[in-house]
T-cell receptor
Framework: ETGVTQTPRHLVMGMTNKKSLKCEQH?????MYWYKQSAKKPLELMFV???????ENNSVPSRFSPECPNSSHLFLHLHTLQPEDSALYLC???????????FGQGTRLTVV | AQSVTQLDSQVPVFEEAPVELRCNYS??????LFWYVQYPNQGLQLLLK??????LVESINGFEAEFNKSQTSFHLRKPSVHISDTAEYFC????????????FGTGTRLTVIP
């Protein structure tokens, strides 16, 4: 039990579908993150939220839309994705800027 | 911004042999350094971290890493590996100032051979 829970664990979607990834943290942290993990590449930071406010958007395409309704929940809304978006999407949280991040188990996304 | 280089993408090693996984970083500010481990179909778990103080940090399962500021390195070592250490290991860096970004290397696949 890592304290950060992601659902679903696996998702297969067509390029015209709309789906959402969910992340929930039970650690009382004030920052949450979305990372993309593709084979042979470093983890790519996608979005950062501090106290529910988005503070980072690393040039992520608009077909990825984050939502942070409160400090415990983070969503990633997906629409009109491309096959190259297939990857492991990891959610993480941390208490403050200068501490370690705690990760969920990830959602394995396959776009067909 | 910061960046991390893990030169070895794969490291095979026999059981009970020592291992070193290399990590070098680049940053214009002082940094915090981390090693994470990822087992198959799992998220990342923190293995150990350097924030300040002693440059040698240890994990509960026998790994250690040494922060070397002059060489901008944070190599991970274990004197005797076990089969259960087979996993992907990621080095990460975060600046003391600036954004909350945690920058990762490309990872090193450690395979322990019986």
């Amino acid at each position: 039990e890592t304290g950060v829970t992601q659902t679903p664990r696996h998702l297969v979607m067509g390029m015209t579908n709309k789906k959402s990834l969910k992340c929930e943290q039970h650690l009382g942290h004030n920052a949450m993150y979305w990372y993309k993990q593709s084979a042979k590449k470093p983890l790519e930071l996608m979005f950062v939220y501090n106290f529910k406010e988005q503070t980072e958007n690393n040039s992520v395409p608009s077909r990825f839309s984050p939502e942070c309704p409160n400090s415990s929940h983070l969503f990633l809304h997906l629409h009109t994705l491309q096959p190259e978006d297939s990857a492991l999407y990891l959610c993480a949280s941390s208490q403050a800027a200068n501490t370690e991040a705690f990760f969920g188990q990830g959602t394995r996304l396959t776009v067909v | 911004a910061q960046s991390v280089t893990q030169l070895d993408s794969q490291v095979p090693v026999f059981e009970e042999a020592p291992v070193e996984l290399r990590c070098n970083y680049s940053s214009s500010v002082s940094v915090y350094l981390f090693w994470y481990v990822q087992y198959p179909n799992q998220g990342l778990q923190l293995l150990l971290k350097y924030l300040s103080g002693s440059t040698l940090v240890e994990s509960i399962n026998g790994f250690e890493a040494e922060f070397n500021k002059s060489q901008t390195s944070f190599h991970l070592r274990k004197p005797s590996v076990h089969i259960s250490d087979t996993a992907e290991y990621f080095c990460a860096v975060r600046g003391l100032t600036g954004a909350n970004n945690l920058f990762f290397g490309t990872g090193t696949r450690l395979t322990v051979i019986p």
